[in-house]
């Protein structure tokens, strides 16, 4: 158990300070470059992320599943799989990449504008080191060393931080395109920071004989993993894609303007979802965390249950936080990350069904773990759909308008959760245990009345840290004596 508590206590305390570090990054570089420099990095970003999602073919995941994996039960040299791996990566890199370089016309033809080309050319470099970075860190946490992998994230996003803001500085009284390029250099550079800290400490503990290392054929044993998890990634951004067009035409039958209704979408977009999961990223650390001991321990189902029980548990417990502060607080956090809190009302609507989305990690976990890539896609595409059907359906309907793009998205997300919560149970048959169950609910009753009662921010502050303790207690009362058991000892953390 101190094991496990001091893993996640330092990678979630790591996670703060990336997400503090990007927090700041993302106002500075809005200010300094500006509504037109923001507009050009919205042109260029869809791209380029969609880009990364296609060369990276969800190779990371599928390396900390199989090497975990084979850390058990010995059926693959760990070498094998990661040059298989480095195999598809450059091979899949090099022919987005390809694509890339001829896509000018494309540009010119879409967008009227072919400034965005050359970032994206800058960026090339940017994809290859990417996604080799991302082999490295599957490896990793396949091996609990998750320490390393965030602190790789920490210095680049200093790194990033850095350079960024000198060559801004330096290029000041330059146009902004100029400046526009410089941050994506910047972006690139930073990459190869994360890439020679993770290649560093690899390399100390391991020796690298790569040329003598033979792959057996073992790039199709990645690839039958690896393609429902690119085929999720791809349905996602398409859907992201459509979304704002499905919303535009329907608002357009209700006599709404197209400003009117891209102003609704980026209240939404940027101001309410970024504060609905801005805790997100504590739920993402433990299921990275859980994930290469859901692969080890699927075959014990007791040391599996004490392992699911436990990260269900901080799930609730960060879901719990979050909602607090969308429901109770939504004008007060909005004006304190974004000055802006026109988007409170559509925080405070979405509140409740986002406290489920944050169980989705674990879930996802499960399912990669136990090789159920298909199961995955699954509910992504029925969700992705229903979200599509909604949003466009509801906000044609003149009582609803606007309204109908958040309530799709609700009923959305929470259709994906309990796809998720179904098919990840069909799995590991994880049974609630009921002490746990009721104890977590009346404690987060009582903090619900008692914030319900006492409204304002410092008493939410105060009444947070009141309950630090009684959590803490409840956690050893239940988890102090369990331990994670395994025949393999050496390749077994305790829990």
């Given at each position: ?54 060369s990276?073919?969800?190779?990371p ?13 010995k ?20 022919l987005i ?16 504008n ?68 410089a ?6 550079i930073s ?31 990645i ?8 085929l ?17 035409f ?26 609905l ?17 859901i ?21 609730f ?17 909005l ?15 979405l ?10 990690p674990?879930?996802?976990a499960?399912l ?35 309204a109908g ?41 009582v ?11 410092i008493y ?23 331990k ?12």
């Amino acid at each position: 158990m101190k094991i496990f508590s001091k893993s996640i206590q330092s990678i979630l305390i790591i996670g703060i300070l990336i997400k503090i570090l990007g927090l700041v990054y993302k106002i500075v570089i809005t200010r300094i470059l500006g509504l037109e420099g923001m507009r050009l990095f919205s042109l260029i970003m869809p791209t380029l992320s969609l880009s990364l999602c296609l060369s990276s073919m969800c190779i990371p995941t599928v390396v900390n599943q199989n090497v975990a994996k084979n850390l058990i039960h010995k059926n693959t040299r760990v070498s094998t799989i990661l040059k298989a791996a480095f195999h598809i990566t450059f091979i899949s890199s090099t022919l987005i990449c390809t694509i890339l370089l001829l896509s000018f016309p494309l540009y010119q033809l879409i967008y009227q504008n072919s400034f965005i080309y050359y970032p994206l050319l800058i960026c090339i470099p940017l994809i290859y080191i990417s996604n080799i970075t991302g082999i490295l860190r599957g490896y990793l946490e396949a091996n609990n060393k998750f320490q390393i992998t965030y602190l790789a994230n920490f210095f680049e996003q200093i790194a990033k931080i850095l350079l960024t803001f000198l060559v801004i500085f330096l290029l000041k009284k330059s146009p902004v395109e100029q400046q526009v390029l410089a941050c994506f250099v910047c972006m690139t550079i930073s990459e190869f920071a994360s890439f020679g800290y993770l290649l560093f400490k690899i390399k100390k503990r391991t020796a690298i004989r790569y040329q003598n290392i033979r792959t057996e054929g073992y790039e199709k044993n990645i690839l039958k993993q690896a393609f429902p998890l690119t085929l999720e990634q791809v349905v996602i951004s398409v859907t992201n894609y459509l979304e704002p067009f499905l919303f535009y035409f329907a608002a357009s039958f209700n006599s709404i303007s197209f400003y009117d209704a891209s102003l609704y979408y980026t209240q939404v977009t940027s101001y309410a979802i970024p504060l609905l999961i801005f805790a997100f990223f504590g739920v993402q650390s433990i299921a990275k965390f859980t994930f290469p001991k859901i692969t080890r321990l699927k075959e014990q189902p007791e040391n599996l249950h004490i392992i699911l029980s436990k990260s269900f548990f901080f799930c609730f417990l960060i879901a719990a936080f979050n909602f607090m502060v969308c429901f109770f607080y939504p004008k007060e956090f909005l004006l304190l990350l974004f000055g802006d809190d026109s988007s409170s009302h559509i925080v405070y609507l979405l509140s409740v069904l986002y406290f489920f989305f944050y169980f989705n990690p674990i879930f996802i976990a499960i399912l990669q773990s136990c090789q159920k890539e298909k199961k995955l896609l699954l509910s992504t595409v029925i969700s992705c759909i229903v979200t599509l059907l909604c949003v466009f359906g509801l906000t044609l309907i003149p009582q609803i308008k606007t309204a109908g793009y958040i309530i799709g998205l609700g009923i959305g997300s929470f259709i994906r959760f309990l796809l998720l919560l179904i098919f990840a149970n069909q799995e590991v048959h994880f049974k609630i245990d009921k002490k746990i169950f009721l104890s977590c609910l009346l404690l987060g009753t009582v903090y619900f009345i008692v914030n319900l009662f006492y409204h304002h921010l410092i008493y939410f502050l105060g009444i947070t840290l009141c309950f630090g303790p009684p959590i803490l207690l409840l956690y050893g009362h239940f988890y102090k004596n369990n331990k994670t058991t395994s025949p393999h000892k050496k390749h077994t953390t305790p829990f």
